[in-house]
């Protein structure tokens, strides 16, 4: 679904991300891991077109996209979701939703599964985001993601700050949509425990670089609680 090749990217004059190469699978979760301000987030972001490359690419379905705008990255069939949420806080659950959905065409429903997904939702659909909880602006952060129904679903530390709970229910869903098949998986998460338990491949970065990488059932054994260990 997903193939990067090879991608570096600066800030000014900081070399981040440095020959990043790896695969996103349909039907699979792949995690991406490594401490503090090794370049995740910037990876991420250069997925979706948020940062510029400088050199390598990106392909979605063969096609390369790395020279395509946000924009044009979520009509392909990228969702993101981004680190801290960034939900809209004075907007409705469901005019967040909407926001969802903003490049198809008008009149396009919000998926009623969404809320099969995250009952409180529902219940809370009038709410403004900024009065949700944490975990359930995470979820709605989510729901936004999916409700054009992406192809690659990107999730960028989905519990950072959240109740034990809702990771649950998080966690779930994430299997859940992975296992029905029709959807790649890119999340990347510092809570161990979370990752391992999700992760059908895994990569590792340090300083910008892919350091480690494997199937999810051998990362205990290749010791990657160790290398990513705080
Ligand atoms: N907009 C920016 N301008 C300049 N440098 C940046 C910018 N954003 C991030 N950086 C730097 O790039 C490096 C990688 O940051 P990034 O946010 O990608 O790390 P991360 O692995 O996601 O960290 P965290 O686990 O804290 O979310 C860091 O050294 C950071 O300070
Ligand atoms: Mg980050």
Request: hydrophobic content about 40%; some cysteine; aromatic content about 6%.
């Amino acid at each position: 679904m997903l193939t990067v090749k090879n991608i570096h990217q600066y800030y000014g004059g900081s070399h981040i991300l440095r020959d990043v190469s790896f695969e996103a699978t349909l039907g699979k979760v792949t995690v991406l891991l490594g401490r503090n301000g090794v370049g995740k987030t910037t990876l991420l972001k250069s997925l979706m077109g948020l940062v510029p490359i400088k050199s390598g690419s990106i392909e979605l379905e063969g096609k390369p996209i790395h020279k395509a705008t946000p924009y044009d990255r979520a009509r392909a069939g990228i969702g993101f979701v981004p680190q801290g949420r960034e939900i809209f806080a004075r907007l409705t659950v469901e005019e967040n939703l909407r926001m969802g959905l903003a490049y198809k065409s008008g009149g396009t429903p919000i998926p009623a599964e969404l809320f099969e997904l995250f009952p409180v939702l529902k219940q809370m659909i009038n709410r403004r985001g900024g009065d949700l909880s944490g975990g359930q602006q995470q979820q709605l952060a989510i729901a936004r993601a999916l409700a054009p129904k992406p192809k690659l679903l990107i999730l960028d530390e989905p519990t950072e700050g959240i109740q034990p709970s809702i990771i649950k229910d998080i966690g779930r869903v994430i299997r859940m949509l992975a296992d029905r098949g029709d959807m790649a998986i890119v999340l990347c998460e510092q809570y161990y425990d979370f990752a391992q338990e999700l992760a059908d491949d895994y990569l590792v970065m340090e300083r910008g670089e892919v350091i480690a990488r494997g199937l999810g059932k051998d990362m205990e054994a290749q010791g990657v609680r160790q290398l990513v260990a705080i």
